[in-house]
């Protein structure tokens, strides 16, 4: 259908005046025109980061290289794809003791000449260790590449355990432990997964510190023999490298590590958590509740798992997502409110963390379930879902920026299998996000029954305990200590 | 010149120089990125850089508005301001800046100095724009009212308060800095007990608006994924129009009186272990002690197998917890250590042992190896400093605020790795004196 063309009037002096007036980028009251509202942006430029080339060596060690052109600074960091959850049921913890235990003393260097060699090149080494895998990081200077790779060879395939170095090691992690144990964040967040874990390897990444001091020289010997091989490693490079040489230079220093023939035990499926729990762990220094409502969700290799990230995102992605909206500041419930998700390789979990004071514990439960269940039940506004798309995709680079950022994501991706051009293809997996596959996605895994943990002091919250049906209480270290019925010790 | 007169006459130039475009300056420290500099014609001074290995750009506006401007009876005046500025202005909502920011995938933040209050944010590069609305509407327009004042002085107050029961030595290191700092221009806490606080109206926060954050007390930083060109453009549409407001004066020059050493025993506040603050003041500097004193505190603290590391944590066992480094407030830069010891006999040895490490540095020369681990530490940590857009504006951001050149900037990193030994063992005695010592003792429970 054609529009009528509309006719012109030429202005004459005095509308001309009106005009001018109107036109003029300064209003009346003396601001410009172009401050009263927020400027259009640009057209977006998406991530592109180069992909990750791979380069497998004779012995089943594979090398991936990540080049950053004029980066001063590299990183080099060995996988181990063994974690936390491939320690023996019996020994909880031998996976992060002897990751620890990598550059406590060699058949040659003893810890000391170790850190020497490493403090003289201005490097520095960090041993992470995750429920699925174990990473090694050394960020050095770029000019000593090799000097590092001839101080790495032995740090990784001669290390010396020694019952004297354990001890230190022990005793370091035991009171990182206990320290950890003062953060009702961390408190909270380790009873969630000790659940959501029951019956599953995974749980051996959940224990207490009380564990540590089980773990003997041979169990890190039985550890390292049996995973650190180069056919279940491998070595990342990020930096001003070429991968071609990078890998010839590595080859040359990890060439006699030995293959033996591994195979990564299989992991069993895990399944959400399907009825009412609610857990108190007594906490009697803290000065606020911290609440944690969650559950199990996919592995990141899963369908689901952008559908997920977008609803994750409506639900308590950020100060302006319903959560915080409907808790703090409609309510007036809760200090903080928000969810988070972490990622394993054989599933996922997400939680909604809340802080309260103890008289609204039992109200802000109740309104983080409704939020989990009308998302569940009808389609997020489509705004909201733009929203939470539009800051996943701008987010996505900022994780990227800083050395430790970039070499954290990179050891992730490697790790859980996600691809070698991952990062370039997460803007266009979320923007094939809709409403649809976010209701699906909290359909399938915001059930009706999520895990409660509630930490804080019990001194002040037996008023509020009297208002779940059932509570178990727990002390700090995670010990079942009664259940209460209405508030009443069953 | 001294920087007090340097800072005079920056501020008689931002007030009156026209506005100029600089040539572009490399700026050469290990890394490669070229730097921008101009300024307005209201005297807020732009620094830009351009950075396009990820679709992100920082933006920074700092102000000269720290707690060295607050007067006796007003501690916390420049941390109220500093969170006021997110209570809204003319075109945008109270909170809003941060959403809006939060909308876009960004990070935001902002903190207060002896000196300044920077106020940052990183976000997609397409987005440059909306930053720039953002910050120059509160420059312009911030709004202040009695409301605001009081609930954002609640909200601190009761931050202050968690912060306080959660880090139990937050209050030591406050005490020891009015010993090591007498001055109260240099030593008086961000907050304190808080009483100031509460006494603050809104017309402190009005006068002290509208005399530090103001454009001829500002400068702005970016760096990212932007056109320089395009970039002025946008800087000019957004904060040409905005008064420059007034002159700021000269900031107080540090006077110190102290005769001989200072030593007190902190009697308000008990915390669960022993231990010590130790500290020394290094005023006037040289030509070099900047550098060479840098370097002095990797070779004390920096690495597991510093001096003082080496000798307290892992020989001697005399303390559980050691933390020590260079601290500069405008100019006047000290080093700073808290140890924490199991009884108050390991206590005495620490201090003792501390103080032998630098009797041993004045009367020896440090070893080539020692002196080379101590610069390879610092240039790691220098070049991790720069690695991120947010990174580098902070840092041109306060370079500005020195008035350093770009041409002293791209030098700088070789300036440290020219310090030698005799550098180190010449500055030694110089400033490890009484009249510049202060320690503060720590009784436990």
Sequence with gaps: MKHPRPTILL????????LLIVCSAVEAGGQERFRRTPPLPDTFRELRLPAIESFPLPNGLTVAVTPRPGSPVMTIQLVILAGESDSPRDTPD??????????????????????????AMGGDFSAAVSVDYTVLTFHVLSEYLDRTLALLRPMILQPVFTEQELAVVRRTYFYELMDKRKNPDFVGQRQ???ILFENHPYKTATYAEDVVKYVMVKDVQAFYSRFYRPENAVLIVSGDVEGQAAARKIGQHFASWVRRDFERPSLPALAPNTKERVCFIDHPTSEEFVIFVGNLAMAPTSPDYYPFLVLNQVLGGTMGSRLFMNLRESKGYAYEAFSEAEFFRACGVYWARVKVAPETIHAAVQEVIKEMRALASEKAVPEEIEQAKSFLIGNLPLGLESFEGYSEKLAQVVALGLGAGHWNKVSDNLMLVNREKVLEAAQ???PPAPVVVIVGNRAWAEQALSDFNL???YDSMGALKMTLRKGVEK | MNKAVRFLMATVLIATAPPRLRPQEAFSSGWNFAVHQYRLNNGLRVILSEDSRLPLVSVVVAYGAGTIWEQRGQIGLAFLMENLMFQGSENVSPLQHLNFIQKTGGELNANTTLDKA?????????QLALALWLESDRMRSLSINRQAVERTKMDLLETHRRRLASEPYLESYSVFDTYLYPDF????????TGEDLKNLTEADVRGFAANYYVPSNAVLAIVGDIQIAKTKELIARYFDSIPPG???????LPRFEQRGEVVRTLKEILLPTPGFHLGYRFYPLQTGDKYTLKILEYLLFRGKTSRLYSRIMKNDLTAYYLNGGLEERRGLPALKILALNNNEVMAGRCQKAILSEFDKLKVGLVSDDELETAKNLFKMDYLRRLSTGLDRALFLAEAAFENMPTSVLSSELDRYMKVNAQNLNGLMPRFFLPQNKVVLNIKNK
């Design chain 1, 444 to 446: 399938r895994y915001f």
């Design chain 1, 192 to 194: 969630l997964l000790r």
């Design chain 2, 246 to 252: 007034n002159i700021v004066p000269t900031p107080p």
């Design chain 1, 11 to 18: 202005p004459g002096p005095a509308l001309l005046g009106v």
């Design chain 1, 94 to 119: 031998v996976a992060t003791l002897t990751a620890r235990m990598i550059g406590r003393g060699t058949l040659e260097l003893s810890a000391d000449n170790i850190e020497r060699e490493m403090d």
């Design chain 1, 471 to 473: 509570v178990e209480i």
């Design chain 2, 118 to 126: 920077l106020f940052y944010e990183t976000l997609p590069s397409n």
């Design chain 2, 185 to 192: 221009p240099y030593g008086h806490p961000l907050l304190g």
